[in-house]
């Protein structure tokens, strides 16, 4: 069956250093896959997305993710991490064909940034 | 303009009532969709609709009944609410099934 894991359930990163959460997801073909943000309170903004291509892909507010077919994973990155970053991030994967086609969450990771 | 949005944004009432939360997107997307967001913020779809039909209704009770009058709304009818009903529901749109979706704020169930 489909399914996304993130294995990091909280984060704690201090502001400045480097940052890398990690996807893996399960599934016979390649899926496309995204990385949201959420703030306390909101709703899911996108951050980046790879459908096909480039297995290097840019977001925004400095995010890139990178896509990996050998070891199903799609892991996001941010050099130096500013204290605005501290929230919740879900990878998502969509999957399917024809008709029938869906997008998965994982649990998420929650960041937290201290200075 | 706010691209996804949805009314209200805090909904607190008795079990056994019944609710409806709005959902509008003024994007022009065709797809629409409807999540629920439990307390461990694991997020999970419950409908899917592409121009106005449904395409995905996962393993959601029937109490929970989406009707879309137009590509533009989708709306969340719940009856006979339960006590594990209380979650933050989310509606999200995109230009196509399978593409970036863009979210609303959420409204906030709290049953009683």
């Known amino acids: 069956a489909q399914s996304v894991t993130q294995p990091d359930i909280h984060i704690t990163v201090s502001e400045g250093a480097s940052l890398e959460l990690r996807c893996n997801y399960s599934?016979?073909?390649?899926?496309?896959l995204f990385w949201y943000v959420q703030s306390p309170g909101q709703g899911l903004q996108l951050l980046l997305k790879?459908?096909?291509?480039d297995t290097l892909v840019q977001g925004i507010k400095g995010f890139e993710a990178e896509f990996k077919r050998s070891q199903s994973s799609f892991n996001l990155r941010k050099p130096s991490v500013h204290w605005s970053d501290a929230a919740e991030y879900f990878c998502?994967?969509?999957w399917g064909s024809g008709g029938y086609q869906k997008v998965t969450f994982g649990i998420g990771t929650k960041l937290q940034v201290i200075p | 303009d706010t691209a996804v949005s949805q009314t209200p944004k805090y909904l607190v009432t008795q079990m056994g009532n019944d609710k409806s939360i709005k959902c509008e997107q003024n994007l022009g997307h065709d797809t629409m969709y409807w999540y629920k967001q439990d307390s461990k913020k694991f997020l999970k779809i419950m409908f899917s609709?592409?121009?106005?039909?449904?395409?995905i209704n996962e393993t959601v009770p029937n109490r929970f009944s989406p009707k879309s009058p137009d590509k533009a709304h989708l709306n969340l009818h719940i009856n006979s609410l339960e006590l594990g009903d209380s979650a933050v529901y989310f509606c999200a749109s995109s230009p196509e099934l399978n593409t970036e979706a863009f979210f609303g704020q959420g409204t906030r169930l709290t049953v009683v």
């Open positions: 998502a994967v969509g």
């Open positions: 599934y016979g073909a390649t899926p496309y």
């Open positions: 790879y459908f096909s291509g």
């Open positions: 609709y592409n121009n106005k039909e449904l395409i």
